[in-house]
């Protein structure tokens, strides 16, 4: 493992969205606050949205539930969850990934978001990915300022680095 400190790593930004990020969203579970996830349901192959129907799951309890996408009155559509943390935006459960650092909140819904997280922060020199130009930002363009200052950098790594040894 690298010292937090170092920053001779590039990092290309590939200009996935949050939303790439949700196909498993860790969470606390709400009945026994271990460790479940929320992943899409099978039954929902005939939508044309990848969000309309989502399960939690908690391996260690048992515990499920369901989520669909509350249809929008006198209209065929359905308001679809709006992508934000550090709550999922399903069942607006605390994710497990998630911690406090320079007095806000660090989140990340995996470990591949994680992941990318520390890519981004620790790397000295960030680009844009060539031929990823989209009409929307980037998860990490719209990272707040506070992950992005250099000056943060060591303490937001320690943060993300103390995440990954929550996961199982
Ligand atoms: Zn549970």
Redesign the pocket.
């Known amino acids: 493992m690298q010292p937090a400190g170092d920053v001779d790593e590039r990092f290309v930004d590939r200009s996935e969205r949050l939303c790439c990020f949700a196909g498993e969203i860790l969470v606390r ?8 996830s929320i992943v899409s349901d099978p039954a929902d192959k005939g939508h044309r949205h990848l969000w309309v129907r989502r399960r939690l799951v ?6 499920t539930a369901a989520w669909e996408a509350p249809r929008i009155p006198g209209s065929a559509g359905r308001n679809l969850p709006r992508f934000s943390g550090p709550r999922d935006p399903y069942f607006g459960l605390s994710l497990w990934l998630s911690i406090d650092c320079r007095g806000r909140v660090l989140w990340a819904y995996n470990a591949e978001h994680l992941e990318l997280l520390e890519s981004y922060v620790s790397a000295g020199l960030r680009e844009r990915g060539r031929g990823a130009r989209s009409m929307s930002m980037s998860m990490v363009e719209r990272l707040p300022k506070w992950i992005k200052d250099a000056r943060n950098r060591t303490e937001v790594v320690r943060a993300i680095r103390r995440m990954k040894t929550s996961l199982s």
């Open positions: 579970c709400p009945r026994c606050d271990g460790q479940a908690c391996r260690r309890c048992g515990r």
